[in-house]
Structure formats: structure tokens, C-alpha cells
């Protein structure tokens, strides 16, 4: 079992930027494609990004397009969200997540794995 530990919140102007990380130990880290999801008050959990195995392939959230990025060192074991111009809209808790390869495609959006998440704030 995997497990997963974010960093790299906090609070940040909007048109600012944050980059976060996740560390993974406990599995073999390039076995997951590795995601990013965020939560903020009141609303639903909302998918960020995603990032294949072996980093070929990334999918991003419509809201976050052309804004955020997502990478992966897997002899660091680590994956990261490069955050943007941020806005307001953008804050929220933000965890990682870690997804088992089952059956065709690299991502099915429904991880195996979650860290405990860190917080995000974007101030107007």
C-alpha cells in the first residue's frame, strides 16, 4: 500500500504561483499513474490533473488548462502541480492521488490511493 504525503500550500496572491508536491513510499511509485484533485468549501471533490505512468501522457482539468502543470520524478518518487496566474476560485484543499493500472487506459479518474491534502489560498 502506498502512501502519500502533499506539501507546498499556502496562501498566495491571485496572478501568483505555488507549486506543490507529493512524495509516495510504501509501493512502487512508477506502477500509478498519479493525480491531483482539489476540494473547495462546500463543493464537490474536482479532478486537477493526471499524469501517466511513465509521465507520456497528462490530462488537466478544464479550469485549470493552460494554467497548471503536472510532473513526475520517478527516482524521486515524487509528483508535482506547478499552479499559474492563480485565482481565486482556485483555492481549496488539494490532495494527491494515486491510481492502479486495472484494464485499458492510463487514467480512470477513480484512485486507489489518496494523501491527507494541503491547503491552498488565493487572496484577491
Known amino acids: 500500500q502506498v502512501q502519500l504525503v502533499e506539501s507546498g500550500g499556502g496562501l498566495v496572491q491571485a496572478g501568483g504561483s505555488l507549486r506543490l508536491a507529493c512524495t509516495a513510499s510504501g509501493g512502487t511509485f512508477s506502477t500509478y499513474a498519479m493525480g491531483w484533485f482539489r476540494q473547495a468549501p462546500g463543493n464537490e471533490r474536482e479532478f486537477v490533473a493526471a499524469i501517466s505512468r511513465r509521465g507520456t501522457f497528462t490530462s488537466y482539468g478544464d479550469s485549470v488548462k493552460g494554467r497548471f502543470a503536472i510532473s513526475r520524478d520517478n527516482a524521486k518518487n515524487t509528483v508535482s502541480l506547478q499552479m499559474n496566474s492563480l485565482k481565486p476560485e482556485d483555492t481549496g484543499v488539494y490532495y494527491c492521488?494515486?491510481?492502479?493500472?486495472?484494464?485499458?487506459?492510463?487514467?480512470?479518474?477513480?484512485?486507489?490511493?489518496w494523501g491527507q491534502g494541503t491547503p491552498v489560498t488565493v487572496s484577491s
Open positions: 492521488a494515486a491510481e492502479e493500472l486495472k484494464g485499458i487506459g492510463w487514467w480512470r479518474g477513480q484512485p486507489d490511493y
